[in-house]
């Protein structure tokens, strides 16, 4: 799951991608909601999930909260988007919603920066060695789609994994 933001708090997207589309993915492009053959059906979603006036009114305080902070739009996501991604996992147990043991959820902004440095603050470390294993690496967005990325720092050990 990837939440997308881009102006403040009330402006985002959630996107999630199921087990059975995770074959149309490749691990390159995990953490890039957009190229996920999905992207239309998440993005109409947020205006479904903005219609919870809890949610709304919860964006709004965030908002206000952050208006007098500076916004580290280049180093990572706002710490109230981090610990909330943290809490999805429970959330969606708590609502009798089955996950898979590797979902990780990663804050963003639109442009991506902050994968980097969210997943492994959002994540537990058993899924963090899951995606590791699977080589799902979060990576730093670039305006060239096919520019190289870095690693990320917490994955300086894992293996690359082999394109073919």
């Given at each position: 799951m990837v939440i997308r933001w881009f102006e403040g708090p009330g402006y985002l997207t959630v996107h999630a991608l199921g087990t059975a589309e995770e074959a149309d993915v490749s691990a390159a492009d995990a953490w890039l909601p957009l190229e996920w053959p999905n992207n239309?059906?998440?993005?109409?979603?947020?205006?479904?999930?903005?219609?919870?006036?809890?949610?709304?009114?919860?964006?709004?305080?965030?908002?206000?909260?952050?208006?007098?902070?500076?916004?580290?739009?280049?180093?990572?996501?706002?710490?109230?988007?981090?610990?909330?991604?943290a809490r999805v996992r429970q959330l969606l147990a708590d609502a009798g919603v089955d996950v898979a043991a590797h979902f990780a959820v990663g804050v963003?902004?639109?442009?991506?920066?902050?994968?980097?440095?969210?997943?492994?603050?959002?994540?537990?470390?058993?899924?963090?060695?899951?995606?590791r294993e699977q080589g799902i690496e979060p990576g730093e967005s670039h305006d060239d789609p096919h520019a190289p990325r870095k690693r990320p720092r917490w994955l300086a050990g894992a293996r690359k994994r082999q394109r073919t």
């Open positions: 239309r059906r998440e993005i109409t979603r947020v205006d479904t999930i903005f219609e919870d006036q809890t949610l709304s009114a919860a964006a709004a305080a965030l908002a206000a909260e952050l208006d007098d902070a500076s916004w580290p739009w280049e180093t990572q996501p706002p710490e109230p988007l981090v610990q909330a991604a963003c902004h639109f442009e991506g920066w902050g994968l980097e440095e969210s997943v492994p603050r959002a994540n537990l470390k058993p899924t963090l060695e899951l995606l």
